[in-house]
């Protein structure tokens, strides 16, 4: 009997290595896909030798050479469920170069549908983002906030790949899982704020230049936390169509806050100097909190807040 | 001085050709674009002797195509307003072929985003659709209702595109325009309950099988009326980013009703005999309604009622 293996794309990325690395805890075999684009070798390195994972170098925009390599891995495997994180994940980036949306956050989910459809895989778990709810004037987030316009094409793509997963499910689907993430933080993230600062805290100048005027109020969520949630939705939901926002509680840090935490964190003298704009780019949502009663009715209470979540993220980087 | 155009896609079609018609008669000058896939010359052949009307079949979907056109184009004439209307009006279709909507609904919005930044056209016009807000158990949709989780492939190509736009608003358009439609009678109409019964009623047999068990319940809005609401909508709202439901106040009408209009509108002695299924297909929404409290408060208020405009649009059909 073929032996069932969880897919996962963007493997080699800041969430699909630490995840990979739990379902691997957890003694799940794992297939792992990742165009070495923005997820880099040295994240999975660790996980290689173990005899429960596969890697794939594939760049699943094209349809054809994903389509070749899986039914051919469906020889020896089955797949029940894909989890789905491969995307552009810099959201600045897409304002001036919409094709990298398109492709690595919209065709790449549109593609995995049509392989689901085609080899009868079951249940389909997407992370999604805040950004789909577009900038509803700082309001607390629910699964059922609307209207939906977001103001960044990386919130775009993610709200068309919803639309596509629902669609879907309606029609030959039997699950799916569709988790809209805080800003995340920990390593080894590829982006954000925390990974932007830091870059910057390397170079000679004893200035540090921040994107917007400091006062962005948004919230964070460690990585652990984020899988742990992402895990307990995934084992504890019965709905055949599962939306959650993921996220803590409070209303969120601010770019102040995260700057001066990290440039007191490095023991780094440099002088803060923030922009006069409220926004850190176009496209980016100043201000945002969820409302997180549907995660907590089904059973998880999220303690960690924004500002632990900063913290300890920082404080794995120090460690570093 | 270049003269203004306004650029229409899906021109050939039901919408397009008639929206078309009702401009030229306000004498602004039309361009406008088909590939005749579902739209028909024979719905603009009365407009072609029009000096103020361009037409070009030309496929959207082609980046490179569009874009050399539209570059010619724009040396003798302006664009400010695209009313983009292209799209795979059959959402039976999609189900099966996904890479209809795919293409023709979602692409084809792309392509165009991608004309009006690099044209820097300011306006961007687009028909979207009740099928964005998929199956929300009848409740009475509002702009802001939420989840958005369609459950068609017109339905999730419609919410992309709404997602595209909302998001080129943010960076470069200057003013953008969503109407959700609800379902449109009148001629020329290219699908839709009333066409589709009229092709089977013509057949020989004198049963008449209807989709699902006639208890789906829609609202339906003459295209005339909805022709006369979206202009309203642009002529009136003083918003950047105006999202609309358009459509009657009522709660809509059965397929029921419908099948027996048309029976004895047509005066044809033909058995309706139907489904067991609530659904005519997959990804129908069987029952739905809209507020249009928007709408009103702007200064329309829709008199009409979906029983009106499907007999209205039953006895253009019955006078050709």
Do not use: C
């Not at 920990?186 to 830091?198: K, N, Q, R, V, Y």
């Amino acid at each position: 009997m073929r032996k069932t293996v969880i897919l996962i794309t963007g493997n080699a990325g800041f969430i699909g290595s630490n995840l990979s690395r739990f379902f691997l805890k957890e003694k799940k075999k794992i297939l792992g896909i990742d165009n070495l684009k923005l997820g880099k070798l040295k994240n999975i390195k660790d996980l290689i030798r173990n005899k429960n994972y596969f890697f794939k170098r594939l760049n699943i925009t094209n349809f054809n050479k994903l389509d070749f390599f899986i039914k051919k891995f469906l020889k020896s495997y089955k797949i029940k469920t894909i989890w789905h994180l491969a995307a552009n994940s810099d959201i600045k980036d897409g304002s001036e170069f919409p094709d990298n949306d398109y492709n690595n956050t919209f065709l790449t989910t549109y593609n995995l549908i049509k392989i689901a459809k085609k080899y009868k895989i079951e249940e389909f778990v997407f992370s999604s983002s805040s950004a789909v709810y577009g900038d509803l004037n700082n309001i607390k987030l629910k699964e059922s906030s609307g209207p939906l316009l977001p103001i960044s094409n990386y919130g775009a793509m993610k709200l068309a790949s919803e639309g596509i997963i629902s669609s879907a499910k309606e029609s030959f689907l039997k699950k799916i899982f569709i988790f809209r993430f805080p800003n995340v933080v920990g390593s080894p993230s590829t982006h954000g704020i925390i990974h932007d600062l830091l870059l910057k805290l390397r170079k000679k100048s004893n200035i540090l230049k921040v994107l917007g005027n400091g006062k962005q109020k948004k919230i964070y969520m460690h990585i652990d936390d984020l899988i742990e949630s992402m895990v307990f939705i995934y084992k504890n939901s019965k709905e055949d169509v599962s939306l959650f926002n993921i996220g803590p509680k409070d209303s969120g840090v601010t770019v102040n806050f995260i700057s001066k935490e990290i440039v007191r964190s490095f023991k780094k003298n440099k002088k803060i100097i923030f922009e006069k704009k409220s926004k850190g780019w176009t496209g980016d949502v100043a201000k945002f909190r969820y409302s997180t009663d549907k995660l907590k009715k089904l059973g998880l209470d999220v303690k960690i807040s924004s500002k632990q979540s900063i913290i300890k993220a920082i404080k794995d980087l120090v460690k570093m």
